[in-house]
């Protein structure tokens, strides 16, 4: 929540709706200066630089080992320059188109 906050002051990024699961996240997004493909990739970006120190340093996460390990092995596949993969390289964006609504009588 906090990567999307900061997106939404820093990058004029518009959250109209958002559901976040266990493996993936869920955002019905716009925006109406910068491109989308920008703002995710800094929410991306500010997310797992958040998030990857806080399952490194926690030591009560149960699945501490495993989340790093997956981590690391996905850096290891792709040009990522850091140590550690959080999210997928690719994204599945669908484009929803706002309009008015209108009545049309018969």
């Known amino acids: ?20 699961m266990t493996s993936h996240i869920h955002l019905i997004m ?35 080992e495993w989340l790093l390990w997956h981590m690391e092995r996905a850096a290891q596949k792709t040009s990522n320059k850091a140590n550690f993969q959080l999210w997928q390289p690719e994204n599945h964006p669908i484009s929803i188109i706002r309009c008015k609504s209108s009545l049309v009588e018969m």
């Open 30 to 64: 716009g925006s109406s200066d910068d491109s989308m493909s920008n703002i995710l990739r800094d929410l991306k970006c500010h997310s797992s630089e958040m998030l990857h120190p806080a399952f490194k340093n926690h030591p009560q996460e149960s699945r501490r």
């Open 1 to 20: 929540m906090e990567a999307i906050t900061y997106c939404q002051k820093n990058k004029d990024l518009e959250v109209y709706a958002w559901c976040i």
